[in-house]
């Protein structure tokens, strides 16, 4: 049965309650493992933004959904919460690796009233004291601040989504904008588990310059930089 708002929200650690949307471009190496992970009962959207290197029939060939989109992760991602029908809804990164008992380490932090959304806490699949650091840093942002981003995973149930106004179809800064009007509606918490990444954008730039560089285009984006502008930079 499709889940529509004013029913009640069934229990978030049982799996068929859960529609998650995975927003790809060119994925096709991260997205099999991803969608092995997802080979039971929750029913999963991929919205691919024009990929040419298969990601599309991978999907397609492992039970998700598939929707074409414009290559914009804030187009793709309220495509795909769009479509869904499930009372729950889990936004994914392709590269993202779940923890074992996913639904169940979310339902510990979403069974409470008072929380509007939860991430997992992030893992980075590379070695070196850097990225312990950071890790170190994510977790202290989204304890002391509540402000996880997407590679973290985003969750929470679908009639909050939908209060909230949802995913803005931006092509940058697209996870933050949503997290901070969730803060109107609740706490967002980090979930007991933490989600694995791939090392790939800190190894492209360097984790200090990455870092440095992402700071400074939410700075922009803060002081007003329009959007387009920032995504340029990007």
């Known amino acids: 049965m499709t889940w529509r708002l004013g029913m009640v929200r069934p229990d978030p650690s049982d799996r068929s309650q859960w529609s998650v949307v995975i927003p790809?471009?060119?994925e096709a190496q991260q997205l099999p493992s991803l969608l092995a992970q997802l080979q039971g009962p929750e029913e999963v959207w991929v919205v691919d933004g024009g990929s040419r290197d298969g990601s599309g029939q991978i999907a397609r060939s492992m039970g998700a959904h598939w929707l074409r989109s414009a290559a914009s992760r804030g187009v793709?991602?309220?495509?795909?919460?769009?479509?869904?029908?499930?009372?729950?809804?889990?936004?994914?990164?392709?590269?993202?690796?779940l923890p074992s008992h996913w639904s169940s380490a979310l339902a510990r932090v979403l069974h409470d009233p008072a929380v509007a959304a939860a991430a997992f806490r992030l893992r980075v699949n590379g070695r070196g004291w850097k990225m312990r650091l950071l890790e170190q840093l994510v977790d202290w942002r989204c304890r002391c601040r509540g402000l996880p981003y997407g590679d973290q995973g985003l969750a929470m149930a679908a009639d909050v989504y939908q209060r909230s106004g949802g995913y803005q179809p931006i092509p940058l800064m697209e996870d933050l904008e949503l997290v901070q009007r969730l803060h109107r509606h609740g706490r967002v918490v980090q979930a007991p588990a933490a989600v694995q990444v791939s090392a790939r954008r800190w190894q492209r730039l360097g984790v200090w310059r990455s870092s440095w560089r992402n700071a400074q285009l939410r700075r922009a984006w803060?002081?007003?930089?329009?959007?387009?502008?920032?995504?340029?930079?990007?």
């Open 76 to 97: 793709q991602l309220r495509l795909g919460a769009a479509q869904a029908t499930r009372p729950w809804l889990l936004f994914l990164h392709a590269d993202a690796r």
């Open 24 to 26: 790809v471009l060119q």
């Open 222 to 234: 803060r002081q007003g930089v329009p959007i387009d502008q920032l995504a340029g930079r990007y």
